[in-house]
């Protein structure tokens, strides 16, 4: 790791509790800052640069594999955001076509689907044509277009802080840490406090992402594989696919989410097919329990409700970004409590 080294004496409990008071501080500060993006952004740089350089170190010298790593992923990560854009609006392009289409073969005969199967009391306030539909949309818009602005300058905003951040990952990847004896107590003890925050995200992100990967797998074989072969297209299941992988990042919640999506479009083919794609999700949910039970939990050692009621607290503090830190933020205070044998 890079932070500063601890010093070889313990330090006292004092210079300890102070250097847990201000870390709590920190990381309480960038969720009420709105700077989570940015902090996210800083570790997984941090982390990549972090496993890549030993595979170079064996043939160049750790200072110049480093640097390497650190060129080789600022590059990868420009490249990426560029595909990113492209290939989202190349996506959609193909996935929704001409958005007069997009009202007119996709979106009414849904809404037709659901007057069908809907309660009486439910299909009174759904359009009658397409036309009814469009005006409905552009009202919608019309009447929220100032939290729409707010949105897009909020976009703009993180996107900048996920620049910075990936600037300040790669500087403190590169940066070398000062000898021991050179370190006062107190930077000795916030080193600490980062490196085992660095090592939750590592833990957490990481994980998640193998289960995400997982659960989008099962989606796909079962959206664009099984229903197709038996002459079943649920509306828009390419977008549902990404859709489960993107929230999936997201402990147990982003399963819920993908679910109820991927079940609301099969309902629109008919109940059979929303009856069976539920049940289908079902085995789903109940393998990412199994999947949390081994992957995340394992790594630090937290049972599923114990991540939900961290999710739910930071959730009702900060909102969304709350429950995205969650996960993170319980790993890393699980560990500083381990460590200290509270727990």
């Known amino acids: 790791m890079n932070f500063p080294s601890p010093a070889s004496r313990e330090p006292s409990a004092a210079i300890r509790y102070a250097s847990c008071l201000l870390a709590a501080g920190a990381l309480l500060s960038v969720l009420g800052l709105h700077l989570l993006s940015a902090l996210l952004a800083g570790l997984l740089v941090y982390e990549l640069v972090q496993a890549v350089t030993p595979l170079l170190g064996k043939r160049i010298s750790g200072d110049r594999a480093r640097m390497l790593v650190v060129a080789a992923l600022g590059a990868i990560v420009v490249g990426l955001l560029i595909l990113l854009i492209l290939g989202a609006i190349s996506f959609f392009r193909n996935e929704i076509g001409n958005p007069e289409l997009l009202w007119q073969q996709q979106l009414m005969p849904l809404v037709e689907k659901a007057r069908q199967q809907l309660p009486a009391m ?31 300058k909020g976009a703009v905003r993180v996107f900048a802080h996920i620049l910075i951040g990936l600037v300040l990952g790669a500087i403190i990847a590169l940066s070398r840490a000062r000898p021991a004896h050179q370190v006062g107590p107190l930077a000795a003890a916030l080193g600490l406090r980062c490196q085992r925050l660095a090592e939750a995200f590592h833990n957490i992100v990481f994980a998640q992402i193998k289960i995400s990967l997982i659960n989008t797998l099962c989606t796909a074989i079962f959206l664009l594989g099984v229903l197709p072969l038996l002459g079943i297209h649920v509306p828009l299941a390419k977008t549902l696919v990404v859709l489960t992988f993107v929230v999936g990042l997201l402990p147990v919640v982003g399963n819920l989410l993908s679910n109820t999506a991927i079940t609301i479009a099969a309902l629109s083919v008919s109940l059979g097919v929303g009856v069976a794609a539920l049940g289908f999700l079902v085995v789903i949910h109940k393998l990412e329990y199994f999947l949390n039970a081994r ?49």
Do not use: C
């Not at 009174?124 to 277009?145: I, M, T, Y």
């Not at 830190?325 to 460590?339: F, H, N, Q, R, T």
């Open 122 to 152: 439910l299909v009174d306030n759904l359009p009658d044509s397409v036309e009814d539909l469009r005006v409905g949309a552009v009202e919608l818009a019309r009447k929220h277009a100032t939290t729409l602005q707010l949105a897009g």
């Open 295 to 343: 992957i995340v939990g394992t790594q630090i050692r937290a049972r599923a409700w114990e991540l939900l009621v961290a999710m739910l607290l930071l959730e009702a503090a900060f909102g969304l970004p709350g429950v995205i830190a969650a996960p993170i933020y319980y790993a890393y205070l699980k560990s500083e409590l381990e460590a200290e044998k509270l727990i």
